[in-house]
């Protein structure tokens, strides 16, 4: 029987001697973090081992594994989700997360926003939500088309929300920073769900669709504005669409310099991006191409799932 100690010094032994663990070897290590039957120590050498030798994408498909055995189960959904991990926040520019799972609501599509921040500077997109009259809910319950439910990552599993905490303690981040952005949090009630997955830098867009590819799952990848799920709405970013882990769309990113953005708000606080965000969906003011864009992409991701499920439950 594996103990934590010998996965352990299967992943601590630098980034030259490290072995990855296969992804039934991930589940299992990561599945005692969540569950608190590590010791702190244990934890932190965890993360510090994992951040040396870097995911493989059966790893990362092993701990997205271990999350998903452990989520609250919830109705199962009669149309597939848009799932949109929020875990940055503003830092220059205001999150604009909000808007674009306002348009996608608009469209008619279900949207699940999940989120918690370990930098308390920054401006939350559940913040713009509450100045929106959105409160998060505190029971994951699986959103109807046209609906958005926004949740903390404590209120679906409270040992991941530990994980990402830990970053303050240790100063690093760990897995579970990947981890929220590919993970689908309505996996335990059978809901399929196309996952906005996000990322900072370029290497993370090949290792993101490496663990999709594995997992067999839902995505729509980008480079997304300061780390969240939202087009810069200055110019366009590069787009994979992934369907049952095979990238079936590819949309270039927009060259050249960045150019200015005289209709976005000029502060990142929550109530003047609120107010924006308004103005936008009111008509008042035009939606940034990027983030249109992007709106329509998901659409027609969308689309297709749907289509698929349908020619599947025909066929069952």
């Not at 991990?85 to 205001?94: C, F, H, T, V, W």
């Not at 990402?164 to 335990?188: C, E, Q």
């Not at 087009?231 to 590069?238: F, G, I, K, V, Y």
Request: aromatic content about 2%.
């Amino acid at each position: 029987m594996s103990t934590i100690q010998q996965y352990l010094k299967e992943i601590g032994r630098g980034k030259d001697g490290a072995r990855a663990l296969s992804r039934a070897q991930a589940c299992e290590l990561l599945g005692w973090v969540l569950d608190g039957q590590a010791q702190p120590l244990q934890v932190g050498a965890f993360c510090l081992a994992m951040r040396i030798k870097g995911e493989t994408a059966q790893e990362m498909a092993g701990f997205m594994d271990a999350v998903h055995a452990r989520l609250p189960r919830s109705a199962a959904g009669a149309s597939p989700v848009i799932v949109l991990p929020s875990y940055n926040g503003a830092r220059r520019l205001p999150v604009l997360t909000p808007l674009l799972a306002l348009l996608l609501v608009r469209e008619g599509l279900p949207v699940l926003l999940h989120g918690s921040t370990t930098e308390g500077s920054r401006v939350t997109a559940a913040q713009v939500l509450e100045q929106l009259n959105h409160t998060p809910v505190t029971t994951l319950t699986t959103p109807q088309p046209g609906e958005l439910i926004s949740i903390h990552t404590r209120a679906l599993l409270p040992g991941l929300a530990d994980l990402l905490d830990a970053r303050a303690t240790i100063g690093l981040r760990n897995p579970a920073h990947s981890l929220v952005k590919h993970m689908n949090p309505l996996a335990t009630s059978g809901t399929t769900s196309l996952v906005v997955g996000c990322y900072t830098h370029p290497e993370y867009s090949i290792s993101m669709e490496q663990t999709h590819a594995e997992a067999g799952s839902h995505a729509l990848l980008l480079r997304g504005m300061e780390g969240e799920p939202v087009a810069d709405p200055r110019r366009q970013p590069m787009m994979r669409g992934i369907l049952h882990g095979k990238t079936l769309l590819t949309l270039s990113n927009e060259g050249g310099s960045v150019p200015a953005a005289p209709q976005l708000p000029s502060g990142l606080d929550a109530a003047a991006t609120a107010a924006y965000t308004r103005e936008v969906l009111n008509g008042e003011r035009p939606v940034p191409a990027p983030i249109a864009t992007q709106v329509q992409v998901i659409v027609d991701l969308h689309r297709q799932l749907t289509a698929h499920a349908a020619t599947a439950g025909a066929q069952a």
